[in-house]
């Protein structure tokens, strides 16, 4: 389920959907925010084009929407039902959650976008 391969794999290590072979991103550290959405124009492995028309990650904002929603989902589920805090709590544990890991859900939305409209070939991978 998580091997090379899967959509999930890609997902998860931000790799080439076609080859899973090279990182989608220069730095594959979200933290470092100066860089968090600098991207390779293609895949060093395989050729692939990321993006794959003008403002093609537009629509990774929808999926961003969906991303955060279950972060904070988590988030109201471990404070609340979990360590039976207070709804005040729960708010300000909510917002630390979605800011703390911010840079993880863009990318994370980005990845999914673009394994939405491409597949994996295994004829691709280790072209090298």
Known sequence: MFKKGSKLYSILTGTCPK????????????????????????CSNCGTKYKIEPSFFYGAMYVS??????????????????????INTVFASIV????????????????IWINIFMHYDKSLAKKK
């Open 19 to 42: 080859c899973h072979e090279e990182s989608m991103f220069k730095n594959k550290n979200p933290y470092i925010l100066s860089e968090a959405l600098s991207m390779h124009e293609t």
């Open 65 to 86: 929407y969906a991303v955060g929603i279950a972060f904070a989902v988590a988030a109201f589920v471990i404070s609340f039902v979990f360590l039976k805090a207070s």
């Open 96 to 111: 630390v959650t979605l800011i703390v890991f911010l840079p993880v859900i863009i990318r994370l939305s980005r990845n």
